[in-house]
C-alpha cells in the first residue's frame, strides 16, 4: 500500500493549483474592466464563471472518478485545467476568457478526487494526516494567491495570471503520473444522464440566481424563477436518484444524519470566512482620509491577509492530531468557535492593522481545522465506492456557502459608498464581521448534533 511522502506531495500541488485560481484573479479584476471595457458586474462573471463550472464538475467528474479510476479522471481533470488556462491567457476577447474560465473551473473536482486517492492508498493516522495536509493546501492557496496575483498585475500583464495557473497544470500532471498509483476501477455501470442534466440545470440555477440576486434584485421576476427552477430540479434530481440502479449521488447515503449533519457544517465554513475575503481588501485599501482604512495597495493588502492563510494550512494539518485525542465533533465544534472569536475581534477594532491580521490569523486557524474535519468525516463516512462523488458534494456545498458570502457582504458594505462619516463606514465593517461571529456560533451550535462517536 503505497504511503511515500510524493503521493501525498504531488496530489497537494494539483489542489493548490485549483485552489490558487479562485483568487489569483481578484486582484486583476480592475484590470480586466479596463482591457475589455466593461463594468464591475460583467467583470465578476471571471470569478463567477469558474465558481459556476466548478460546483458543476465537482460531484460529476467525482462520480466518474469513483467509477473509472481516480487517477485517469484526476488526470483528465488537470488537462482540462491546463487547455483552459492556455486559451485564457491567449484570450483576445471577453467570451474567449470567459471559455477559459469555465474550462479551469472542471479543476474544483481535484479536491475530491485527490481525497479518494488518498483514502485509497492510505489508512489510520496517515490517511488523516494527509487529509489535513490536502485540506490545509485548499485554504492557503486561495490566500498565498492574493498576494501572487497582486505582484504579477502590478508588475507584469494579466495574461501571465494564467500561464501562472497553466504551469501549475503541468506539474501536476507530471507529478501525478511520476508518484500517484492507479487506482482499481470501480463498477462499471452505464452514466447516469438523467442525474447528469438534472444536476446540472439545479445547480446552475441556484448559483446563478445567488450570484446576481444583489444585482438583479432579489424579489425579480429572474431571480424567483431561477430559484424555482433549481428546486424543481432538485427535488426531480432526488426522485430520479432513488430510482436509479447507478445513481450519479446516493441520495441515501447522503440522508445519512451524521453525513448530513457534515455537509450542513460545510455550509457555515464556506461561508464565514468569505465575508472576510470581500471585506477586508476594501478596509485595507480604503483611504485614511475618509475616515476608514489603511491606504494599501492590492500587494499590500495581500501581505497583511497572509498569515490568515497560512494559518489555514497549519489548522488543516493540526486537525488530525486534534481528532485523534478528543473527536471529531470536540475538534468542529473548536473550529468554529475559533473562528467566531476572530470574527468578533476584528468587528471590535476594524481600524486597527495588528487586530486585523492577529484576528484573522484565527478565523484561518478555524477555518483550516474546520475543513479538516469535514472531508476527514466525509472520506470516513461515505462508501469506500462512492467517495469523490460524496467528496464532490461536499464541495458543492463549500461553493454555495461562498456564493452566499458575495451578496450579503456587498449588501452589507453598501454604505460604505454613500456615508457621510467615518465612524458609520466603520460601523458597516463591524456589521460585516459581527454576521460573520453570529454564523460561527450558529455553526457550534450546528456541530453539537455530530453523533458523539462518529470517527
Known amino acids: 500500500m503505497p504511503t511515500s511522502r510524493g503521493l501525498v506531495f504531488s496530489l497537494a500541488i494539483a489542489v493548490l493549483g485549483f485552489s490558487m485560481m479562485q483568487t489569483l484573479l481578484v486582484p486583476a479584476l480592475p484590470t480586466f474592466m479596463r482591457e475589455f471595457d466593461i463594468d464591475a458586474s460583467l467583470a465578476g462573471w471571471i470569478l463567477t464563471s469558474y465558481l459556476l463550472c466548478g460546483a458543476v464538475a465537482a460531484p460529476i ?65 496517515r490517511q488523516r494526516s494527509a487529509t489535513g495536509w490536502l485540506s490545509g493546501t485548499l485554504g492557503l492557496g486561495a490566500g498565498a494567491a492574493l498576494v501572487i496575483g497582486g505582484v504579477i498585475v502590478e508588475h507584469t500583464s494579466w495574461h501571465y495570471l494564467f500561464v501562472a495557473g497553466a504551469a501549475m497544470g503541468v506539474l501536476s500532471i507530471a507529478l501525478v503520473l511520476f508518484f500517484v498509483p492507479a487506482s482499481t476501477r470501480g463498477h462499471a455501470a452505464r452514466t447516469d444522464w438523467p442525474g447528469t442534466a438534472l444536476l446540472t440545470v439545479g445547480l446552475l440555477a441556484l448559483l446563478l440566481a445567488i450570484s446576481q440576486g444583489a444585482s438583479w434584485g432579489w424579489a425579480s421576476a429572474a431571480v424567483l424563477g431561477l430559484f424555482l427552477l433549481a428546486a424543481v430540479a432538485l427535488t426531480a434530481l432526488v426522485l430520479v436518484e432513488r430510482r436509479t440502479a447507478a445513481p450519479l449521488i446516493d441520495v441515501r447515503t447522503l440522508a445519512r444524519p451524521a453525513l448530513a449533519v457534515t455537509n450542513g457544517l460545510t455550509l457555515f465554513l464556506g461561508f464565514i470566512p468569505y465575508l472576510f475575503y470581500v471585506g477586508l481588501p476594501v478596509l485595507l485599501q480604503g483611504d485614511p482620509a475618509a475616515g476608514f482604512g489603511q491606504g494599501f495597495t492590492v500587494t499590500q493588502t495581500g501581505l497583511a491577509l497572509l498569515p490568515g492563510a497560512i494559518l489555514v494550512f497549519l489548522g488543516g494539518r493540526f486537525a488530525p492530531w486534534l481528532i485523534a485525542r478528543t473527536s471529531s465533533k470536540l475538534t468542529a465544534l473548536l473550529a468554529l468557535s475559533v473562528m467566531g472569536i476572530g470574527s468578533i475581534g476584528i468587528a471590535v477594532m476594524p481600524d486597527s492593522l495588528w487586530a486585523i491580521v492577529a484576528f484573522f490569523s484565527l478565523v484561518g486557524l478555524g477555518n483550516g481545522i474546520g475543513f479538516a474535519v469535514v472531508s476527514d468525516l466525509v472520506a470516513g463516512l461515505a462508501p469506500r465506492d462512492e467517495i469523490a462523488a460524496a467528496l464532490g458534494v461536499n464541495g458543492v456545498l463549500r461553493t454555495v456557502g461562498s456564493a452566499l458570502g458575495a451578496p450579503i457582504s456587498t449588501a452589507v458594505l453598501t454604505s460604505v459608498a454613500v456615508a457621510a462619516s467615518g465612524a458609520s463606514t466603520l460601523g458597516s465593517f463591524s456589521a460585516l464581521f459581527v454576521i460573520g461571529a453570529v454564523v460561527s456560533v450558529a455553526g457550534a451550535v450546528f456541530a453539537l448534533t455530530l453523533p458523539p462517536r462518529v470517527r
Open 61 to 125: 467528474l467525482g462520480s466518474l472518478g469513483d467509477r473509472y479510476g481516480h487517477r485517469r479522471i484526476l488526470l483528465l481533470t488537470l488537462a482540462i485545467f491546463v487547455a483552459g488556462g492556455v486559451l485564457a491567457a491567449l484570450a483576445w476577447s471577453l467570451p474567449a476568457l470567459l471559455v477559459g474560465r469555465v474550462l479551469q473551473g472542471a479543476s474544483t473536482a481535484t479536491f475530491p478526487l485527490a481525497l479518494a486517492i488518498v483514502r485509497r492508498h492510505t489508512d489510520g493516522q
